[in-house]
C-alpha cells in the first residue's frame, strides 16, 4: 500500500490550489450574489487542462488518472463548489460515459471538446415524476426512418443553461421499454431550455429544465448498448459520486480554514476563542472528520484508476463526505458566532451550499439503500 501522490499528482493539486485561491476564491462571494455565470473562469480552467484530466491526449486530454482529477475538484470546490460541480458533471459523468461507451466517431466529435473544455456537458436523468426513482422515468425515444424522436422533459439539469453547453446525455425509454441514453444536442430541433429554477445557493451555476418536443436527433447519437443505457448512466454516476465526495471535502476544508483562523482571530473573555477547548474540539474533529472523507474518495478514485470495482467505496465516500460537509459547516457557523450568519462570512455560503450534496446524484437515502443492498449480497 503506497500513500505517496505521484509527482504529476502533487503538480495538479499545487497548480490548481495556487489556481483557484488566485482567482476563483476572492470572486466567490460575488458570482452567489450575482448568479452571474463565470464564463471567464470556465475559460481558464479549460486552459489549465482541467476538464480533461483523466483522458488520454488523443481525446482532448492530459492523460491524468481520476486521482489527480479528484484533487482538482477538490482544490477547486474548496474556492467555489458550483465549479467543483461544473467539472463534476462535465467530465467524470457526461465525457467519461462517452469514454466508456462511445464509438470512436462519438470520441471524437464530442468527447474531444467536453475533454479541451471548449463545450460543457449535461445530464439529463431526473424528470418531474422520477428523481431518486429514476427507472420510473418516461421519455420515450422512438426510431423514426433515420432518426431518434424523443419526447420528454428532464428537471434539474445542471450546466444545460450556458452559453457554451453543447450536449446532455438523456436517458429515454424504447419502443421495447428498455432505457437508453441518447447524446442529444442543445441545437437539435425539438429541444427547448426550460425554465431556470432559483435555488437556496449555487446561485451561478446553471439549473435549468429540459424539454423534448418531438426532439430529433441522427440515429448515430444512441449512446453505448440500447439494452444498456440505464446501467451505463448508472455506472457514469459511479464516478459522480466519487466527484461528490471530493467536492463535499473541499467545501468542508474552507470551513475549517475560515474557522481555524477566525477561531484566533476573534477574542472574547480576553483570549481567542481558540484558547477554550470546547472551540479546539470542534476544529479538532472537522480536521478528522475531513481527512477520513478525503481518504475515501481517494481510494475509490484510486480503484477506479486501478480498473477496480469501486461501488462501495464511491457510495460510502459520496454518504460520508456530503453528510460531514453539512455538519463541518453547521459548526464552522456556530464557530463564527453571530457573525457567521451573515452574508459577509463565507460560511453562511458554505452551510446553505452543503445541503446540496445531500440530494444530487442519488440522496443519502438512496446511497443507504445501495449499500444495504451491497451488504445483502456479500457472502
Ligand atoms: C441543484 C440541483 C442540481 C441537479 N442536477 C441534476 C442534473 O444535472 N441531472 C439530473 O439528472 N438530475 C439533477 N438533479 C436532480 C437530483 O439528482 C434529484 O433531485 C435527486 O436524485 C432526488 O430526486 P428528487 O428530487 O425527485 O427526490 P425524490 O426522489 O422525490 O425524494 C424525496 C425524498 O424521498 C426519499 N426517498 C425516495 N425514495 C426513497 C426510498 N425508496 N426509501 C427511502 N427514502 C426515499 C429521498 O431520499 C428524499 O429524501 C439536481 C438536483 C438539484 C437540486
Known sequence: MNFEFTKEQ?????????????????????????????????????????????????????????VGMHLCIEEISRAEPSLGGLLDVTTSIVAQEIYAFGTEEQKQKWL??????????????????SGSDAGAMTTTAELRDDEWVLNGTKQFITNIGLENAS????????????????????????????????????????????????????????????NKGFAQHLSALEAGRISIAALAVGVAQACLDESLSYAKARKQFGQPIFNFQSIQFKLADMAVSIELARNQYLKAAWLKDQGKKHTFEATTAKLYSSEMAERVASDALQIHGGYGYMDEYPVSRYFKGAKLLQIVEGTSEVQRMVIGRILGNKK
Open 167 to 226: 450536449i446532455v446525455l438523456v436517458a429515454a425509454r424504447t419502443a421495447d421499454d428498455t432505457i437508453s441514453a441518447f447524446i442529444v444536442p442543445k441545437d437539435a430541433p425539438g429541444f427547448q431550455l426550460g425554465k431556470c429554477y432559483d435555488k437556496m445557493a449555487w446561485k451561478c451555476s446553471a439549473t435549468h429544465e429540459v424539454i423534448l418536443k418531438d426532439c430529433r436527433i441522427p440515429r448515430e447519437n444512441l449512446l453505448g448498448d440500447p
Open 112 to 129: 474531444v471538446p467536453l475533454a479541451q473544455g471548449k463545450e460543457i456537458g449535461a445530464f439529463g436523468l431526473t424528470e418531474p415524476d
Open 10 to 66: 502533487e503538480m495538479i493539486q499545487k497548480e490548481v490550489k495556487k489556481f483557484a485561491q488566485k482567482e476563483i476564491a476572492p470572486r466567490s462571494a460575488e458570482l452567489e450574489r450575482t448568479g452571474d455565470y463565470p464564463y471567464d473562469l470556465i475559460e481558464q480552467m479549460a486552459e489549465l487542462g482541467l476538464m480533461g484530466i483523466p483522458f488520454p491526449e488523443s481525446y482532448g486530454g492530459t492523460s491524468g488518472d481520476w
